[in-house]
Structure formats: structure tokens, C-alpha cells
């Protein structure tokens, strides 16, 4: 196991460094930074004194080895259109997005798992015909137009919960079902679909030969194996939720780092979104290393894999 751990690691270290390699590449991928800041109808003594102060002028690889550097100690730089550190900013809006996108994959979760089982359980049932349904439509409905149904709904008809703002949980009711739903389906099916083979497998018929009841069969052996697929798409999809909470921010006014990566690319602040690009990449990757590690301690012949 030790052994395994150490392998992830080392890929997740490595994968972490080409992320941050590209991350930093967004600012001359883009076009001259210097320009960005300065404006295109800067002159070019302007441009060049831009330039020269934030440093643009030396060799790439001595501006990325400066940036990572202080990039490991938290030190993002500084806003170039709020003047501000981006440290600090990051700091008040990482946990308003980190909360949404946990809360999201618990709510969908907590549908997903127990309708999939019990789908499952009895196929092509009221309950099966019911899920592949609300798969379908999750599927296919867009988390912008969810969220406006929950904001016409709940918050300007039945005024039951707030509509902008996160000043309180009520807040976060509404996103957190919008952002959800975008996970429900694939969570869903998943667990349906593994469910369906483990009860199928010959270990889960020799469970039943012995006398053993539906719901010890169904909890203590068939769900096992369903656990490791799906806590590695509650990763993947925790990631996405993350990196895709754009939309959600905007249309109910989170101060969030989706809200914040958006302004900060129309107004091509570099520090900003090289700062938020980098932390969500971190986060899914480490997400993914979380996810392997519990998966081999499920399952015994991943880690022998390695």
C-alpha cells in the first residue's frame, strides 16, 4: 500500500507541475501581457515601460521558475485591475465555491445512490422506469435554465428562499440543487449500473444459496463493489462542479471564484486567472489521488496493479 501511495503521489506531483507549466503559459498564449495592461492604445515607450516593470521582458522560463516559487508559498502576485493581492481574493471566495460544490455533490449523491440501488433492485419497475427518466432529464436540462425555474419558483413566486446573495445557508439551497443536478445523472447511473452487474455475479448467487436475506445481499456485498466506481466519478465529477460553477455564481450573485475567474478574464487579469486556473487543477488532481487511494483500499488488486 505504501508503495502505491507513493506511485500516485509522484504522478500527482508531476501532473501538477506540467498543469502549472500550462497555467502560467496562459499569459502569452493570450497575446503580450504588457499590452493587456497597458491598453492597445498605449504607446510603445508605454508599453515597454509595462513591460519592464512587471518583468515581461525576461527569458519565460526565469518568469515561470519566479512564479511557481512564489506560487508554492501562496504568493499569487498582485491584481492588475483590482490592485489588490490575489491572495487575499482568493481567500474570501475559495470557500463560498468549495462549500457550493461539496454541498452539490452530497445533494446528488444522496438521490442518486439510494434510487440507483433500489432501481436496481427490482429492473424495468416503477422505481427503474423512474430513474432512467430523471437520468434523461437531468441529462438533458441545462443548469442555467434549472436555476432560473428555481429562482421563478421558489424565490419570486412562493418567496420561500432568497434569490441572490450568500449571506446565509438559505443562500445556497437553490445553487446547490442547480449545481447538483448537473452530477445526479452520470452518479446515477453508475450506481444503477453496478449495482446490476455485482447482483448478477456468481459471489452474489452463492450469497443468496446460503440463506443470506435480499438486504444483507444487496448492503454487504453488492455495494461494495459499487463503491469504486462510483467514489472515482464523485471525484471527476466534484472537479467539474468546481471548475463549472461559473453560471450558477452569476445567476445567483455568489462571490465565488467562478464570479471572480469571469470578471477577471473579460478584464484580462492574468494573476488572477493564472491564480484560480492553477488551485482548481491542484484540487482536481488531488481529488483524483484521494479517490485512487480509497479505491485500492476497497479493491486490493488496484494497488497490485501498480
Known amino acids: 500500500m505504501t508503495s502505491f ?5 509522484a504522478s500527482a506531483v508531476l501532473t501538477i507541475l506540467v498543469v502549472s507549466a500550462l497555467t502560467f503559459s496562459l499569459a502569452f498564449l493570450a497575446g503580450d501581457p504588457a499590452i493587456a495592461i497597458a491598453g492597445k492604445d498605449s504607446s510603445a515607450a508605454d508599453i515597454a515601460r509595462v513591460r519592464e516593470y512587471y518583468g515581461f521582458d525576461r527569458p519565460v522560463v526565469i518568469q515561470y521558475g519566479e512564479w511557481l516559487a512564489k506560487a508554492l508559498t501562496g504568493d499569487f502576485g498582485r491584481s492588475f485591475h483590482y490592485q489588490q493581492s490575489v491572495a487575499d481574493m482568493l481567500a474570501s471566495r475559495l470557500p ?25 433492485a427490482k429492473p424495468g419497475g416503477l422505481i ?24 421563478v419558483l421558489f424565490g419570486l ?8 446573495g450568500n449571506a446565509t445557508w438559505q443562500h445556497f439551497v437553490m445553487p446547490t440543487i442547480a449545481l447538483g443536478t448537473f452530477a445526479l445523472p452520470a452518479l446515477l447511473r453508475i450506481t444503477r449500473a453496478g449495482t446490476l ?24 456485498h453488492a455495494l461494495r ?20 460553477s461559473i453560471v450558477i455564481e452569476q445567476i445567483f450573485a455568489l462571490q465565488g471564484i467562478g464570479a471572480l475567474s469571469y470578471d477577471a478574464t473579460l478584464r484580462a487579469d492574468l494573476p488572477v486567472v493564472q491564480a484560480i486556473t492553477l488551485i482548481v ?22 494497488r497490485e496493479s501498480w
Open 5 to 9: 501511495i507513493i506511485k500516485r503521489l
Open 96 to 120: 463560498i465555491t468549495f462549500g457550493l460544490g461539496v454541498a452539490a455533490i452530497i445533494f446528488a449523491l444522496a438521490i442518486a445512490v439510494p434510487l440507483g440501488v433500489a432501481a436496481a
Open 128 to 151: 427503474d422506469r423512474f430513474a432512467l427518466g430523471l437520468s434523461v432529464l437531468g441529462q438533458a436540462m441545462p443548469t442555467f435554465w434549472l436555476a432560473l425555474l428555481l429562482v
Open 157 to 164: 413566486t412562493l418567496r420561500w428562499l432568497p434569490i441572490s
Open 197 to 220: 452487474d455485482a447482483l448478477r455475479s456468481d459471489y452474489v448467487r452463492t450469497a443468496r444459496a446460503k440463506g443470506l436475506g435480499a438486504g444483507k445481499v444487496l448492503f454487504r
Open 225 to 244: 463493489n459499487v463503491m469504486i466506481p462510483l467514489v472515482s466519478i464523485s471525484a471527476v465529477q466534484l472537479g467539474a462542479l468546481l471548475a463549472g
Open 281 to 302: 487543477a491542484v484540487f482536481y488532481v488531488l481529488l483524483t489521488l484521494v479517490a485512487d487511494i480509497v479505491n485500492a483500499i476497497l479493491d486490493p488488486r488496484i
